[in-house]
């Protein structure tokens, strides 16, 4: 079978309605307001490393703590509200960083449009992603914060892979057909995505021929993304189902 069936069989395989119950996007899905979506998955694509349980799990609990309306939350808190944050921890993200997360998404929408404007102006320099991501991380820091807390958004001026929030746009930006991708950030072509490139993407990437570098980073999301525009031009990071599928989920060989 040559690579794209393959890719395609793959796709059609976990692109389906019940990967959502065991995927990080089920807590984004528990949102019908564009603005609460943007906002539940932002959160969880940041914390999402570690056991998917665990990353789910938590993801619930820091929506939970915004009494299930984040947008809402985000513009009226107040310090008192604030409070159950300081002891929210997954993993090295910490109470510090949920505050500053909080106080920053606040600076956004109350001063910069919402989430979606601020990628879309970065993506408007020259009509790339990696422009809007540098541009975001930019915005983001702008309130005063903690050294420690810039490790929690990837810094691709430093080769940094991206993959949360690759997998945050793909989530926004992505239509599909299935309901698992939100596709509600229409403004940015889906043909300009970039692979949200971890373990096991890469791992399959490399035994298809689809990825030589060996290390995960930016120049390896560029090359592997290249390579899957070649099979699909149009929606390059639809395979990241497959891939991710056959690298999680198979003990896949080929």
Known sequence: MDIFNLLELKYNIYNKPEFITTDPIQVPHLFSKSEDIEIAAFLISTIAWGQRKTIINNGKKMVEMMGMKPYEFIINFTDNELKPFLNFKHRTF???????????????YKNHGGLKQVFLKGYSIDNSIYSALRY???VFFTPEHLKRTEKHVSNVSKNSSAKRLNMFLRWMVRKDECGIDFGIWDEIPTSKLFIPLDIHTGTIARKLGLLKRKQNDWKAVEELTKNLIQLNPDDPVK????????????????
């Not at 910490?94 to 956004?108: H, P, Q, R, T």
């Open 94 to 108: 910490n109470g510090d960083d949920s505050l500053f997360f909080i106080y920053s998404l606040k600076n956004i």
């Open 136 to 138: 975001f991380r930019k």
């Open 239 to 254: 395979y990241d189902f497959a891939l991710f599928g056959m690298g999680a989920f198979e003990d896949f060989e080929y």
